[in-house]
């Protein structure tokens, strides 16, 4: 099947309200060009290098968001065009990305990432570090960034019980976050869960994002 088909397909799943990113991770530009093609504007990547190469050889209408891993040292290099970053794990990256798009006279989307697998590879906050950032001052006084809602990554596993409950644990997180810090603020509102093998679970229990790489690019 092309790519077309496989977005139409996958895009038959996703209700509206829900977005969908296309992980377009190691794909070359040609490739990312004829899901573009198709009529997908979001994509996501998760190496900043891979991104930077990326970006100038395709539309300008694309939505970048990124979705690994971010060094400091490398968030200059995408700060004048990623639509969004996912994967916010401390004040230190947030304070980052707050400095560059100021520089860039740009307001930033973030999600903070939260560890909610059991793998101890995954990155991510817990909720008490989330508060401590979100009470803090500095935190506060940050102008050119926008919490926009959270990301998860459940455990890679065939159980479905699991990753349905780490989804839940997802959604509780927002919901207090909201409640407790973000009542006024209705740009709190994306919950960033499920990828190709479990993104309709993810979509049950109440994701708002889904990032799905493999069932629209094939195996990497």
Not at 2 to 23: C, E, F, M, Q, S
Request: proline residues 3%.
């Amino acid at each position: 099947m092309t790519i077309k088909d496989n977005l139409t397909r996958t895009l038959k799943d996703i209700p509206a309200g829900v977005k969908l990113v296309a992980v377009s991770k190691t794909m070359p530009p040609e490739v990312i060009l004829e899901a573009w093609e198709a009529g997908q504007r979001t994509f996501g990547e998760n190496k900043a290098q891979e991104l930077i190469n990326k970006q100038p050889l395709l539309p300008a209408d694309i939505q970048w968001h990124f979705i690994g891993h971010l060094q400091t040292n490398k968030v200059k290099y995408i700060a004048p065009f990623v639509e969004m970053i996912e994967s916010v794990d401390s004040l230190k990256l947030l304070r980052e990305i707050n400095k560059e798009a100021a520089k860039c006279g740009r307001v930033i989307n973030c999600l903070l990432q939260f560890h909610i697998a059991t793998e101890e590879t995954k990155y991510g906050l817990d909720i008490s570090e989330a508060e401590s950032i979100l009470k803090s001052d500095e935190y506060k006084a940050l102008k050119n960034i926008q919490i926009a809602g959270v990301m998860g990554m459940a455990t890679f596993t065939d159980n479905h019980d699991t990753v349905r409950n780490e989804f839940g644990e997802l959604v509780r997180i927002f919901n207090h976050l909201r409640r407790k810090y973000f009542r006024e603020n209705p740009g709190f509102k994306e919950i960033s869960m499920g990828m190709s093998g479990d993104y309709l679970l993810a979509i049950e229990e109440g994701s708002t994002i889904v990032r799905i790489g493999t069932a629209i690019f094939g195996t990497r």
